[in-house]
């Protein structure tokens, strides 16, 4: 049978190092033979290792994970915060961006937004794109959820039997204050956001601790439109 192979917390897409397979004694029910079969769902308990793992412990989309089952608090790392940001189904991948995934943002801004100088207007505002954050880790996802049917199948109890699935209106990112500055710029100032979604196979490991250049959330002074030149190139094309 297909058990733990280390703590699984909740709300914890499930990766096949987490999982591992062994001849357990006794009768279960709804569990798996295969590693394969639980790997990418989501644990919507907290799993201890060891445990053999049954299909009423997971749910392949966190919108099923029931507020009597949701911890207490978002599960940040030291010295990050927790930020909505806008989204829809050409800004944010088609609805397929859900928790546990990783995103890059692009953003494309008027170049008259740094105060460049380009002689006389000819034509449209020229408009510089840039990738500017990546690995961006996804912590929620709402209102609208996509899939959402228990790991067990559709014919599994639930309690959000009623919800309608759909492209959900917005993404609750995990990143330090002082990129949370920088995003809100981005917001303020109109600039267009579009995401773009990682391959699993190129997610970095979830920060467990402060960012050296953000160590803390009084880190965070502000950001003006110098600021954001500054660290993007906007108007250099580095």
Known sequence: MVT?????????PIKSEDLTTQDVSGVFVNTFTKVSDVVNLIAQVNISKGTVIT??????DAGLITTSNAPAFLPLAQGYVAMAIPTGEQQGVA??????????VIASAQLTLFNVKTGQQVGPVQTVVKTVFTNIRVIQVGPAQINVQPA????AASTNQGQ???VTSSLTIEVTQCDAEFVQ????????LKYTLESSH?????PTGPDPACLTISAA?????????KRFNFTTGG
């Open 185 to 192: 710029w981005f917001l303020a100032n109109s600039v267009q």
């Open 164 to 166: 309608v699935g759909g």
């Open 95 to 104: 609805g397929h961006i859900t928790v546990g995934d990783y995103i890059t």
């Open 55 to 60: 299909s009423d412990m997971l749910v392949r």
């Open 4 to 12: 733990a192979a280390t703590a699984i917390p909740l709300r914890a």
């Open 152 to 155: 067990a199948g559709s014919n």
């Open 202 to 206: 190129d997610y970095q490991p979830a």
């Open 221 to 229: 002074k502000g950001v003006s439109a110098t600021d954001v030149n």
